[in-house]
């Protein structure tokens, strides 16, 4: 959802419920029928906005009776738990920009600024008044031991505007507030208002303490709902990838890309290791080619190849990126641009332009484009690697008999791979398969129907497999498969597919099966070495214990298949 117009913030509160049996919420009465919501919810919304307003509007001789003041005070954050429960059918960021309506009424303010934490930074998401207006930076980290105290004395942090040569001596002073949940800050309200008093401050400090259990439920499950989207995004774009037609794999996986994204308009440029130029591979949507443009992929993608950090732009004119030229007719500003690596090893970028529905591309956009990042990059970079194998046969990347990845891709991708995994703690594990009693196949039924069955077996790998996996043939008649972003729980679930699989399959001659060993990356195991030992160790126990079979490493007990 996108920002709420004030008629659309009317509407919506129009349509929130309250519970009309605080003694037993779970009571039948609290579940009243769509028509009776309808002929009530508005004068239930009429009483609360009134006694919001009775409470601030109160003269200074009540509050000076101290039992009334915490009795007031109980009943605002009772009245305000249950407006709050009434939102929850609303977006994260819709709920933030109603709390700010929510203080200008209750506290008569006018210049304020609602702050995420996104990687210990403090950034603006909803706005109004004055600071709505204005470009502020808050240079303060969610972490900073400053806030931190402040919020435990219950007090804001207060700021004040660095001094240029431009301002004039009236220098912005701004209170920062601290949403704090299990003494961590996941939010901040920033006050551009004057508060005079500490009575003031503190009684924001407490609406803050008020909200932040619930605003992080909040947060909470619009985050499960949105990794839900995101895997089941996932899934598609997999699928999608494995349809690809080899002779247009570079449009139709831009295409796909695009259309998972809701972009108009998309290109993929590869890097020319060569002449150190980024090239088009494809273009999609676009109204001229623009791929003989000199300046094509200077503005933005050079940068975010060099630096392997994605830019994601709204508004050029705020920005120092240079508009485009009137003849590419751009339909909007928004772009996303992100960089295609494997490990340091920079590829290219995808670029995204033209959102679909016209709105900006945002968070969302870059959290979906991250989650299928490293499919893209496996399928680009196998592709770019197939094409060097004319050049390079002798380094050539693929198995010519069952078509897999060979080893010197395996040992390739397995070293980057592992760097990754210690980077950003990503799950890595990696899966030995050796063709049971196979001597004894090519015995009886000789080396052609030995290279048949070998073939079969890289076949059903293939078809059991995700995208992301790298299935390899290590030699002879083992296999190995590459497993990134994978638990061992995981892994052993893929492993007992793939041996069932094989189980089930037809041979020409008999009957074949696979035992399997699994390992998995952690402190201790964190090189390409004792990934591949740690691995052959849990095979050579399958096999011990009648092969036909997967074992994990250090769960030698745990046996799967027969």
């Known amino acids: 959802m996108g920002r709420l117009s004030e008629n659309e913030k009317l509407e919506l509160l129009k349509s929130v419920n309250f519970s009309a049996n605080q003694d037993n919420p779970a009571s039948e009465e609290n579940f009243p029928q769509a028509k009776d919501i309808e002929n009530t919810q508005a004068d239930e919304i009429g009483r609360l906005v009134e006694r919001f307003q009775q409470t601030s509007g109160r003269s200074a001789e009540d509050n000076e009776k101290n039992s009334r003041k915490t009795r007031e005070e109980a009943e605002e954050t009772a009245a305000w738990r249950s407006f709050f429960g009434s939102l929850l059918q609303l977006d994260y960021r819709q709920v933030c920009e109603l709390i700010l309506d929510f203080l200008q009424k209750r506290y008569g303010l006018t210049s304020m600024i609602w702050l995420e934490n996104k990687e210990n930074r403090l950034e603006g998401i909803s706005a109004a008044g004055e600071l709505k207006r204005r470009q502020i930076q808050i240079g303060v980290s969610a972490d900073d031991e400053r806030l931190l105290e402040a919020s435990r004395n219950g007090l804001p942090l207060e700021l004040r505007e660095r001094k240029s040569p431009a301002s004039d001596n009236h220098l912005q002073v701004i209170n920062l507030f601290a949403i704090t949940v299990g003494g961590e800050v996941r939010s901040a309200l920033a006050i551009g208002d004057a508060l005079e008093s500490k009575k003031e401050k503190r009684g924001i400090v407490h609406f803050c303490q008020t909200i932040a259990s619930d605003l992080e439920i909040l947060r909470l499950r619009e985050e499960l709902a949105r990794r839900k989207w995101i895997a089941r995004a996932v899934q598609k774009f997999n699928e999608a990838l494995k349809r690809i037609d080899a002779e247009d794999f570079w449009v139709n996986l831009t295409q796909i890309s ?250 020409p001659n008999r009957k074949v099966t696979v035992s399997i060993g699994i390992a998995s990356c952690s402190m201790a195991v964190n090189t390409a070495e004792d990934l591949i030992s740690l691995a052959d160790k849990a095979l050579y126990e399958a096999k011990r214990k009648g092969r036909n079979n997967v074992q994990v490493y250090g769960s030698f007990d745990n046996t799967r298949g027969e």
Do not use: C
């Open 258 to 507: 695009a259309e998972l994204l809701g972009a108009e308009r998309a290109s993929l440029l590869i890097y020319n290791e060569k002449i150190g130029v980024l090239q088009a591979k494809a273009l999609i949507g676009v109204v001229n080619d623009l791929s003989a443009e000199k300046a094509f992929g200077e503005r933005v993608a050079q940068k975010v190849l060099r630096e392997g950090v994605p830019i994601i732009a709204s508004e050029l004119e705020k920005s120092s990126i240079k508009p485009a030229p009137p003849e590419w007719r751009y339909k909007t500003d928004s772009f996303l641009s992100y960089p295609i690596m494997i490990g340091e090893r920079k590829i290219g970028v995808m670029n995204f332009t033209d959102h679909a529905d016209r709105a900006d591309f945002g968070d969302f956009d870059l959290e979906l484009i991250q989650a299928i990042a490293p499919q893209i990059a496996v399928a680009v970079d196998h592709a770019l690697l197939k094409d060097k194998a004319g050049e390079f046969e002798q380094l050539s990347v693929t198995d010519a008999l069952t078509g897999l990845s060979n080893r010197f891709y395996l040992d390739r991708r397995l070293d980057e791979e592992i760097n990754r995994s210690k980077r950003h703690r990503f799950p890595l594990s990696l899966m030995m398969i050796d063709v049971d009693f196979f001597k004894s196949y090519n015995d009886a039924f000789g080396h052609t129907e030995g290279d048949k069955a070998l073939k079969i077996v890289g076949e059903k790998l293939k078809e059991t497999l995700r995208v992301i996996d790298v299935a390899a043939r290590f030699g002879g008649e083992e296999f190995s498969i590459l497993l990134p972003q994978t638990t061992i729980e995981e892994a052993g679930t893929i492993a007992e597919r793939v041996r069932a699989r094989i189980e089930k399959t037809n041979f």
